[in-house]
């Protein structure tokens, strides 16, 4: 299995090429918040069950810095929560599990800072720390936002399920 995606192919997940039709998709730009992925395996990390290494390059003209705070340009918070529930998902698709990815929740976020047009690098490390893999499928991760380096923010418990069509899905 492959251990790092270009962008390229991220947009053909997002599309249903990489996996395949029926498998787990990536979000489309501009929701798609990382450019690659760096790093995945499926026995590191803190607990062994995984980690997942991604970057977002980070310009001025960024569609959310225009309209999050005019004049006061800063990342939104869910934003970045978003992309590691992304980064979720991509990995139980990435393992081959069926069905399409749904956020499930968090257990913690705490923010110590935030990104701005000046940060030129977001990278964000997650590590698996449990991983279901019955009727339900599901991964639980913990994660951490770095923009140039500098810790921003974590989230601890990110939860996010596998589901058929037609099953019954979180609303």
Request: charged share 25%.
């Amino acid at each position: 299995m492959a251990e790092s995606f270009s962008h390229d192919q991220l947009i053909a997940s997002a599309e249903g090429r990489l996996f395949g039709p029926d498998a787990g998709r990536l979000p489309l730009p501009p929701m798609l918040m990382f450019d690659r992925i760096t790093h995945i395996d499926s026995d590191g990390g803190a607990h062994g069950l995984g980690r997942i290494e991604a970057e977002l390059d980070v310009q001025p003209g960024l569609w959310f810095f225009d309209c999050h705070f005019r004049g006061d340009p800063v990342m939104p918070g869910c934003l970045g929560l978003d992309a590691m529930w992304q980064l979720i998902g991509f990995y139980l698709t990435w393992l081959r599990l069926p069905g399409r990815g749904r956020a499930l929740g968090a257990g913690e976020v705490k923010f110590t800072g935030e990104v701005g047009p000046g940060v030129k690098l977001v990278r964000y490390e997650i590590d698996i720390a449990r991983l279901i893999k019955r009727k339900l499928k599901m991964a639980i991760g913990n994660a951490r936002l770095l923009a140039d380096g500098k810790e921003i923010f974590i989230a601890k418990d990110l939860r996010v399920g596998l589901f058929m069509r037609g099953e019954d899905e979180p609303s």
